[in-house]
């Protein structure tokens, strides 16, 4: 058996939300390990700082318009990738979307839109992958979760819901297609800062109590995420599935401060 590596030349990957933040890095984390990549944003034109780096670092790249909302639009979308490149390797369910407010302040449309986007769109997409990577009887599915996949946060009700939801049906969908050669992970990022959240990021004393709680004391910073994708995306994690992997610096193990070893 050869010894197992990060190297996906030769492969192609679908990744949704890849105009920006953790979507945009993943892109060229995939890229740079020689995979050809169909990108996907709601407008075609939000993905063009992505191709030119993709296309820079001289891989294939397909923009395409994906609204994960839409039933059609995910169809449409993955049936282009598909056919302009004649398989999918790798998916990455990346496409999200948060709004933060207290509990009694949700509005039945605020859970609509969190839920479709960030669960109901995860599965669709991966459900029109799928047929793909059946056909050739490999395939890798990574759902991007958080951590609160695992822990609550308050104003997080719908997001917490729908991230302990990827979890779980990264679970069941292991089970559903591991007899066909494809692993399904989920890969949960704690703190990083994001467009969605740079807000928080403003406030320096919301940073200190931030990274009190963090074992290795301070945020996630661009390039923390990348080892675990490529483990995620290549022959390495062959034996790997229905497992939610935290990369989140140690605090989903609960740290409230640090205190002294006696």
């Not at 397909?62 to 598909?82: E, G, K, W, Y």
């Not at 960030?118 to 890798?140: C, D, E, K, S, Y």
Request: aromatic share 8%.
């Amino acid at each position: 058996m050869p010894h197992p590596t990060f190297d996906l030349t030769g492969k192609t990957a679908f990744l949704t939300g890849a105009s920006r933040g953790l979507g945009k890095g993943f892109a060229l984390t995939l890229a740079r390990a020689g995979c050809d990549l169909a990108i996907t944003a709601r407008s075609v034109e939000d993905l063009e700082d992505t191709t030119a780096a993709i296309e820079a670092l001289g891989r294939k790249v397909l923009p395409l318009a994906l609204d994960v909302r839409d039933f059609d639009s995910i169809r449409t979308a993955t049936a282009q990738a598909a056919a302009h490149f004649g398989k999918i390797d790798i998916l990455v369910n990346n496409a999200g979307c948060n709004r933060r407010k207290p509990a009694l302040d949700v509005t039945w449309d605020d859970w609509n839109t969190i839920l479709d986007t960030n669960l109901r769109g995860t599965f669709f997409v991966a459900q029109a992958i799928a047929p793909h990577m059946i056909a050739a009887g490999r395939g890798r599915i990574i759902n991007i979760g958080s951590v609160t996949c695992v822990a609550g946060y308050a104003g997080l009700a719908p997001y917490g819901a729908s991230r302990g939801g990827v979890k779980q049906l990264t679970m069941s969908l292991a089970s559903d297609w591991g007899p066909h050669g494809i692993t399904v992970n989920c890969l949960a990022p704690g703190w990083f800062k994001t467009a969605q959240n740079a807000v928080l990021y403003d406030n320096e004393e919301w940073v200190e109590y931030l990274c009190e709680r963090i074992p290795l004391g301070r945020p996630g910073q661009p390039g923390d995420l990348d080892g675990t994708l490529l483990f995620l995306a290549s022959a390495a994690s062959a034996y790997v599935t229905g497992q939610t992997i935290l990369v989140d610096g140690g605090i989903s193990v609960g740290q409230v401060t640090a205190l002294p070893v006696k």
